[in-house]
């Protein structure tokens, strides 16, 4: 991979990353990135790791004109801070406004974050009225404050898989579970079926999460099993190692197209069994 990188870098002014991934996959894109920028140390270029202008890009010129290193670091954290929640809270706050505004009759309602937000739904369900209420990096206490916005379409059925992104960002296995339960206990005394799906394990960056997720899914099922609970475990298809691998992502967490067809084989079957 390294000899194909370094004639890649020599050979353009511009990186394209999404031929490299496609040349060189099954591989993390992270990866690729990573080892870009080493070869374009070694070598000293300036090949621009691909067409878009990235944030940091954007901000170099202002932070050259700062003298001060810790004025610059304290005034780069301050500025990448602002653009990452900004952008994170702007999307959260539409997309809760279009769901909580536009609440077509349904059947199904499928909850959760980006890997159920970004699944091909409306293409393989064509048959069951059903409406995506994912977003991405949402975490159960966005969700919880949410919930409504599914009970909104009246569903006969609400399936959810959550927590990755809570954990990604530290928090701990309890405080999941809780916001997790929740979620299903309110839902269960608005008589909703539910369909609780396993917390996905992840690939190689994210590695240092799968005994968290292990744990909090042996908490789930264990409450779902107690509370009369519907449980699917995706993992048995996925990740049955524990290990989400190349063969169904690109950055060791979200999924391909390869990945959501082993998902929807062993999901759509069981969502028509539960929907009356």
């Known amino acids: 991979m390294k000899a194909q990188l370094k004639t890649h870098l020599l050979n353009n002014e511009t990186v394209d990353l999404y031929e490299l991934f496609h040349q060189l996959q099954p591989i993390s894109i992270y990866e690729i990135i990573n080892q870009l920028h080493q070869l374009k140390h070694e070598l000293e270029l300036t090949t621009k790791l691909s067409p878009l202008v990235s944030q940091i890009d954007g901000l170099l010129p202002r932070l050259n004109a700062i003298d ?61 009225p059903h409406v995506n209420r994912g977003i991405a990096g949402d975490t159960t206490f966005g969700m919880l404050r949410r919930i409504e916005t599914a009970l909104a379409v009246q569903p006969k059925l609400i399936t959810i898989m959550a927590g990755i992104n809570d954990l990604s960002q530290g928090f701990s296995v309890d405080s999941v579970f809780d916001n997790y339960t929740k979620i299903l206990a309110y839902w269960q005394q608005n008589n909703c079926e539910i369909l609780v799906q396993s917390t996905l394990f992840c690939g190689q960056k994210l590695v240092h999460l799968n005994a968290q997720v292990a744990e909090l899914n042996d908490r789930l099922v264990a409450y779902c099993q107690q509370h009369q609970i519907n449980y699917l475990d995706v993992n048995a298809v996925l990740c049955p190692n524990q290990f989400l691998s190349n063969d169904f992502t690109c950055d060791d967490l979200h999924l391909n197209a390869l990945a959501y067809s082993t998902w929807i084989n062993l999901l759509q079957p069981k969502i028509e069994t539960l929907l009356p």
């Not at 301050?78 to 536009?102: C, P």
């Open 68 to 128: 001060n290193p810790k004025d610059q670091i304290e005034w780069l954290c301050t500025e990448i801070d602002i653009a990452q929640r900004g952008h994170s809270m702007s999307r959260y706050i539409h997309l809760v406004d279009s769901h909580s505004t536009f609440t077509p009759k349904a059947d199904l309602v499928l909850f959760g974050d980006s890997i159920t937000e970004w699944g091909p739904w409306q293409d393989v369900l064509t048959h069951i």
